[in-house]
């Protein structure tokens, strides 16, 4: 292994690179000892891009880690302008099948591998205790931790029999928070004996599916230390996850160009990328965001701390290593996987996700869409998902309006997301529903506790383009059998 100190510095760096064509400072980067990025997408994104990208980082390095943000549902990097071909991991814990689970990480990973991608940001371990949460969500696999856990061990398992590596992220646990760390740092307020039980079950069972690396979360815990963020402290970074929970990969941090750090440090990123190190990290991800200046600063601050005896170079040379043992987990996948099989599984349970209430089934083929919607966390970003889109591709009549009237000769769907979070958007959707108490809801956001009385419901539990097909298809009376299959096999072309 090179001990230069230049290499162990830049090899400890994770910047985001988005889309293609690759800027000139991300090659140089590549070439001075960078050997990990991260792969962002905008709404445009598709798997085109991101083999382009692939192929122009590779040429200089062929040993590039390149990872993502691919979680299925929600999360999609390299489906960005499609939604993604997979459920959400809430809607898995909806279907409770760990087998649909691990055929659906390694779909994933399928996708992932063909794309040469060899990294994933994924799974979601946190465990979604507290409904208002405003970044995990549907990311979870649930509020119930014995559950999450079940799912966390077989998604990875699955995921990581591809040959991609996952990650069980947000450690210790973001589930029981209402503050989005990209904004701002949020305070886990558990127990160290709560946390036992709840928070870090489904890491143990990551750790037990022996999963590659852990992303630490930018979140207070105040029972375990009352200072740092779990991303730059020591207590949860070495003493906890790696002493007590026995954890011997890689450990990564959350992006450290979120609220959460700059709130924190006031010097991004100098001051968090040396104190995650001294933490314990691994390597250091440094978001999305100005990354060419963040990068270079990084570097220049770990430099720093070198030549003042801050940071001992034992600590990158340590961390260095257990990169390479990463590097070792890209392998060849399982050759005897049948990756059809998986599609068939995952198709015939789908359906299983949507919960539908009273009569769901359009009229008429002439339908108006009214869309109520409160902003989705940060780390989702935007998909052009919309239940009126799908209809359209059945060849319905579809308008999409702003204003209900009580009189119309039009079917009513009222697409809602997230609508719990606003009393002018719940307020909105029970005078739509007064208004037309024959329209029909579709709640394609973390499920709202309690609808208007309507002619009829669907809780799709995700956005995808997986799960609003299935809604489209019940809302229309028709087999989504068909339809799942193609999406899930389009997902590996």
């Not at 003493?239 to 959350?254: I, N, Q, Y």
């Not at 008429?364 to 902003?375: E, P, W």
Request: hydrophobic share 45%; aromatic share 4%; glycine share 8%.
């Amino acid at each position: 292994m090179n001990t230069d100190l230049s290499t162990l510095v830049w090899g400890a760096l994770m910047p985001g690179v988005i889309a293609y064509p690759v800027e000139p400072w991300v090659l140089g980067a590549v070439a001075q000892g960078v050997h990990a990025v991260c792969l962002f997408q905008d709404a445009s994104g598709s798997r085109q891009q991101t083999r382009a990208t692939v192929k122009a980082l590779r040429m200089v390095s062929s040993d590039l880690l390149i990872a993502v943000d691919e979680e299925g549902g929600e999360v999609t990097r390299l489906q960005a302008d499609t939604g993604s071909s997979f459920l959400s991991p809430f809607a898995l814990g909806v279907i409770a099948d760990p087998e649909v689970t691990r055929a659906t990480g390694r779909l994933i990973g399928e996708m992932l591998r063909t794309a040469g991608v060899d990294w994933n940001f994924a799974p979601v371990a946190d465990v979604n205790v507290d409904p208002r949460n405003p970044v995990i969500g549907m990311r979870s696999f649930g509020a119930d931790a014995d559950s999450a856990a079940m799912h966390v061990g077989a998604f990875i398992a699955g995921l990581q029999s591809t040959g991609v590596i996952a990650t069980a992220k947000h450690f210790p646990g973001h589930g029981d928070t209402h503050i989005d760390s990209h904004a701002s740092l949020p305070t886990l307020s558990a127990s160290v004996k709560l946390l036992r039980a709840r928070e870090l079950l489904p890491f143990k069972s990551a750790i037990g599916a022996g999963v590659g690396s852990v992303m630490t979360g930018h979140l207070l815990v105040a029972a375990i230390d009352t200072d740092a963020p779990a991303s730059l402290s020591r207590a949860i970074t070495t003493d906890l996850l790696r002493g007590d929970l026995g954890f011997e990969g890689v450990v990564v941090t959350d992006a450290l160009d979120m609220g959460a750090i700059l709130e924190t440090s006031g010097q991004f990123p100098m001051h968090a990328a040396v104190a995650s190190l001294l933490a314990g990290a691994d390597i250091i991800c440094l978001g999305a965001v100005d990354q060419e200046r963040a990068t270079k600063s990084a570097a220049k601050a770990i430099f720093e701390a070198v030549a003042n005896g801050t940071l001992l170079p034992a600590v990158l040379i340590t961390a260095a290593k257990r990169r390479a043992q990463l590097m070792n987990l890209r392998r060849e996948p399982n050759t005897h996987v049948n990756v059809q099989g998986d599609e068939i599984l995952v198709a015939d349970a789908a359906e299983l996700s949507l919960l539908t209430q009273g009569d769901a089934t359009l009229t008429q083929s002439r339908v108006d869409v009214l869309r109520l919607g409160a902003a989705r966390g940060s780390a989702i970003g935007v998909t052009p998902q919309s239940i009126g889109s799908h209809l359209l591709e059945f060849g319905l009549d579809i308008q999409f309006i702003d204003t209900v009237v009580a009189r119309s000769d039009r079917d009513l769907v009222i697409e809602v997301s997230e609508v719990w979070r606003s009393a002018d958007l719940r307020k909105a959707l029970s005078d739509a529903a007064r208004v037309r108490p024959d329209a029909i809801i579709v709640d394609v956001g973390t499920p709202t506790p309690v609808l208007p009385k309507c002619r009829g419901s669907i809780t799709t539990h995700g956005i995808g383009k997986l799960s609003l097909s299935i809604a489209a298809c019940r809302l229309t009376g028709r087999d989504p059998r068909p339809l799942l299959l193609s999406i899930l096999g389009e997902a590996r072309a």
